[in-house]
């Protein structure tokens, strides 16, 4: 499963951006899709996620202001982020959980990456 990660970039504070990513490759099912995040010096966290029911996990340091949605007949999965902060800039990572086939364990994905840097 290939992931390809869009929308990062350098924002104001106050200001939006929406990141995109999709999945392909061979995918019989995918069950949840999501976004963490990596700050210089820190560990990596979740920010969102959300699975093939719908189902939603938001981070509170992001809730009211980020919204997770997802698009099942593109296998793909939006973040969009709303009043921006200096301390949500980070190396924003894309995970999916799929299945290859129906008989198949459920594997963990990751994309390379998009930067998010918002300026104060």
């Not at 999945?23 to 069950?31: D, R, Y």
């Not at 990596?44 to 809730?63: Q, W």
């Not at 709303?82 to 995970?95: G, H, I, M, S």
Request: glycine share 10%.
């Amino acid at each position: 499963v290939q992931l390809v990660e869009s929308g990062g970039g350098l924002v104001q504070a106050g200001g939006s951006l929406r990141l995109s990513c999709a999945a392909s490759g061979i995918i019989f099912s995918i069950n949840a899709m999501g976004w963490y995040r990596q700050a210089p010096g820190k560990q990596r966290e979740l920010v969102a996620r959300i699975t093939s029911g719908d189902s939603t996990n938001i981070a509170n340091s992001v809730k009211g202001r980020f919204t997770i949605s997802r698009d099942n007949a593109k296998n793909t999965v939006y973040l969009q982020m709303n009043t921006l902060k200096p301390e949500d800039t980070a190396v924003y990572y894309c995970n999916v959980q799929s299945r290859a086939h129906w008989y198949s364990p459920v594997s963990d994905y990751w994309g390379k990456g998009t930067q998010v840097t918002v300026s104060s």
